[in-house]
């Protein structure tokens, strides 16, 4: 339906950010369906969460022949990645190329937030009101938001006094952050701060690490690419596309059915060995049931503590570091360039703020309970309002005026992480309740794309103006994601992002599906094979 509404732009298709799901939909709706869509992007330029995560450090912790498109084999020959984990600035330089090749960026608006968007029953349309003071109306609406892009600045109380500088690393000074000589503090050990950690120890005078929680991590083993290995990326493109979509996590490898129990100690540990020596994600893959059973994940766990207390020499850091109170992966585990041994250079010292927490910012520096450590920079490398924190934060309001902060008081529900009941036509890229974070995520945006598309191809094909989730089938859906996630140890990390339990306030819901990316796109294909069941779709 066209819209009447006078200084109002009708479009066919809104898509909230320009990452790569934003530029992938935009892609196919424009190009496969002949669409009249905008993007719409608050950043200066594509690129989503790599375009706001310059720390030092950034770097991908999937490889990099598996962190890419595999949708068109012209883009996947035109580009090479240099490194087996990319950086930051490689990782930009793939996004503009991605967005230079399909000619994307005439239909993006830069520099521009939606503020809000409604739906309106009479019409059926969403109104979107953008930060220029525009309005629009499209029939759709995506929202491409990314998973992790709220940052979660802790309110600690103080901040505003400190006299020196600070930054959330998902929102770095495009000047950068000069270390050179100064006293630094770091507060955060997820995968942010141990990839920023030995960086900024290289340049500060003095690097103060707090640590709330100490952390798992597998060396990462990067190095620089083989022609060899570009070679069978752009030969065997096929393939690796094959095996990501046949895989749990959406990786480039296959998780070892064996239990980790069912194997002598001997031959254990020389697995263990082996997969240390390679580096990377795939330590987690070495046998099934690590992430099923506490005994097995045990077994991994005491592996990778063994490793943290023969590396850091100080045995009262070695302590702290390797006193870690969740099972191995039940947070994502991250990946590292020399993060535990950076603890042995004079200039780090790591101060435990589980037993002397923060109590103040002030103007000199940071305070707990025990201490002051005065500094000139803090970083705080402290997360994000993940999941749900970019989706609340737009105003986005469906069936009569409903606000999506009520609709999800307890927690999101949706009907496989791609729709809300009551919110119709609006579909999530990598919502809650898909797969997302717990995966590799450019196949499942790939997927989410082109599911996406598919289901506007037929509902164009076949006369339906309105599609949407369906209340009971959402219900079943949520139950589902809860099962699956407490047939795995993830629920065991209470302090985890996964569920919410790094916000204040934020409903403790484990969010992302974690059946398996395999299994969860079969569930995704019958649905649409079935004319969409779970669904109401409308005339
Ligand atoms: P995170 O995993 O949520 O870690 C945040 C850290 O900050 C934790 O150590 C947390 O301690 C601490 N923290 C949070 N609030 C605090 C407070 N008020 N006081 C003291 N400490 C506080 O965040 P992240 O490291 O940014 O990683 C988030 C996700 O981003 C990763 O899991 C990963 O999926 C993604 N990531 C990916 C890459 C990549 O290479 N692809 C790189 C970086 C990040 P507690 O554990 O005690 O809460």
Redesign the pocket.
């Given at each position: 339906m066209k819209d009447t509404q006078p200084n109002t732009r009708h479009l066919d298709a809104i898509i909230v950010g320009a990452g790569l799901s934003g530029m992938y939909q935009l892609l196919s709706l424009r190009d496969k369906l002949g669409m009249n869509v905008k993007v719409f992007e608050a950043a200066a330029g594509v690129g989503g969460t790599w375009h706001h995560?310059r720390y030092p450090g950034?770097?991908?912790?999937?490889e990099s022949h598996s962190y890419m498109f595999y949708f068109s084999k012209e883009l996947v020959q035109s580009w090479e990645w240099t490194e087996r984990y990319p950086q930051q600035p490689e990782i930009q330089r793939y996004m503009d190329h991605v967005a230079d090749f399909f000619n994307l960026r005439p239909d993006m608006v830069f520099n521009t937030r939606v503020n809000a968007a409604d739906y309106d029953e009479a019409s059926k349309l969403w109104r979107v009101h953008t930060s220029d003071g525009q309005s629009w109306s499209a029939t759709y609406l995506i929202t491409a938001v990314g998973c992790?892009s709220s940052a979660?600045v802790?309110a600690?109380e103080g901040l505003d006094s400190f006299q020196g500088q600070w930054a959330h690393?998902?929102a770095w000074p495009a000047e950068g952050i000069d270390f050179k000589g100064k006293r630094v503090g770091v507060?955060?050990?997820?995968?942010?701060?141990?990839?920023a950690i030995p960086v900024i120890a290289a340049q500060a005078g003095h690097l103060t690490v707090?640590?709330?929680?100490a952390?798992y991590s597998i060396p990462a083993r990067n190095a620089p690419l083989t022609e060899e290995f570009k070679h069978y990326v752009k030969e065997n493109a096929e393939d690796i596309r094959q095996l990501m979509n046949e895989t749990t996590n959406a990786h480039c490898f296959r998780i070892d059915p064996r239990s980790a129990l069912e194997v002598s100690e001997q031959e254990r540990n020389a697995v263990y060995e082996a997969a240390w020596a390679k580096g990377g994600l795939q330590f987690r893959a070495t046998f099934g049931d690590l992430l099923k059973d506490k005994t097995a994940n045990d077994t991994a766990a005491e592996f990778i503590k063994t490793k943290i207390r023969q590396v850091v020499k100080d045995p009262q850091t070695a302590a702290l570091l390797s006193d870690i109170d969740h099972p191995f992966a039940a947070?994502?585990p991250?990946i590292d360039s020399h993060y535990f041994e950076t603890f042995n250079r004079d200039n780090v010292s790591l101060v435990d703020?589980r037993s002397h927490p923060?109590e103040r910012i002030t103007a000199a520096g940071i305070q707990t309970t025990q201490a002051q450590y005065d500094l000139d920079v803090i970083v705080f490398?402290?997360?994000?309002d993940?999941m749900t924190g970019s989706l609340l934060r737009m105003n986005i309001s469906g069936r009569q005026g409903l606000p999506l902060k009520d609709a999800w008081a307890a927690g999101p529900r949706t009907y496989l992480g791609l729709q809300i009941p009551q919110f119709p036509n609006m579909f999530t890229i990598t919502g809650p309740g898909s797969p997302s974070?717990l995966c590799n995520l450019p196949p499942q945006i790939e997927q989410h794309v082109n599911w996406i598309t598919a289901c506007i191809a037929y509902m164009r094909d076949n006369g339906i103006s309105q599609i949407e989730a369906d209340e009971q089938a959402s219900d079943d859906w949520v139950q589902q994601v809860n099962e699956a996630a407490n047939a795995t140890l993830l629920p065991q990390a209470h302090?985890s992002?996964y569920l919410g339990a790094?916000v204040p306030g934020k409903p403790r819901v484990f969010m992302p599906y974690a059946g398996g990316f395999a299994r969860y796109r079969g569930i995704c294909d019958e649905v649409a094979a079935s004319q969409y069941r779970g669904f109401h779709l409308h005339r």
């Open positions: 995560n950034a770097r991908c912790d999937s992790l979660n802790p600690i690393t998902s507060v955060g050990t997820g995968s942010t701060g141990i990839q707090f640590q709330r929680t952390n947070k994502r991250p703020i923060i490398a402290t997360g994000f993940a974070v302090h992002w790094n």
